[in-house]
């Protein structure tokens, strides 16, 4: 299930307008070079690594038409309005899976033009994370899944065999106004879940930690922006 919140707001005469976001869980086919059903979860016979396949499953999820819609919405503000789209996309970005990755967690040589990442990136939207952090390799900004130490680890994993880690919370923005973006932290904590086994920090991210209890199994991101 889809959800979508728009607010506009007035920063010192500056127009914005933030759609927050949480898009369709279901056919989560990142999964599928993993060796796992993106929908039932299940473990296949063999991985499937062929993008157009993995997308076409992908698409069942219709997070894409999500995006399309945000877009065609925008479409209609005032073009010297400042957007911003953030929240839970529950698919990967374009940008995370490329050459540099394809023999990395586990994604077994599979390129994959992400659609919610790629429309968006099309539509002049600026990634804020991978603007910060470009490198996929020693920043690859995991939001799911992570280690909490006050849930049992099997209710953490859906690929508890495969190294399932990914980017799939964003905060993207476009703007023809000036627009800079200092820091970039991604919120939680610092462990992983890899293999179904707790993953210590194996990254070079920058981390802002929870001081009591977290209460989800994503990591979330804070990012400043200054004009």
């Known amino acids: 299930m889809d959800g979508v919140f728009k607010s506009k707001i007035q920063v010192v005469e500056r127009n914005f307008t933030f759609y927050s976001i949480h898009l369709n869980n279901t056919n989560y086919s990142c999964y599928l ?6 929908v039932t979860w299940r473990k296949l016979d063999a991985p499937i690594v062929d993008a157009a396949s993995i997308l076409e499953a992908n698409r069942k999820g219709k997070r894409d038409e999500a995006i399309r819609d945000i877009i065609k919405d925008i479409d209609s503000e005032s073009k010297d309005a400042t957007i911003v789209i953030a929240g839970d996309f529950n698919e990967p970005s374009h940008l995370d899976w490329t050459h540099a990755t394809k023999d990395f967690f586990d994604h077994r040589e599979a390129i994959v033009p992400w659609d919610c990442s790629l429309l968006l990136t099309r539509a002049r939207f600026i990634d804020s994370f991978r603007e910060k952090y470009p490198d996929t390799t020693t920043h690859p ?16 994993t859906w690929a508890p065999l495969a190294d399932e880690r ?4 964003y905060v993207y923005y476009r703007t023809n106004k000036s627009f800079h973006v200092p820091t970039v932290k991604i919120v939680g904590p610092e462990e992983t ?7 210590e920090q194996d990254s070079k991210d920058e981390f802002l930690l929870p001081k009591g209890i977290w209460p989800t199994d994503h990591k979330a991101l804070l990012v ?3 004009f």
């Open 33 to 38: 070079p993993r060796g796992y059903d993106g």
């Open 166 to 169: 990914d980017r799939i919370d």
């Open 193 to 199: 879940v890899k293999f179904g086994k707790k993953q």
């Open 141 to 156: 900004g995991f939001t799911f899944p992570l280690f909490n130490k006050d849930v049992a680890i099997e209710k953490l």
């Open 224 to 226: 400043k922006f200054e």
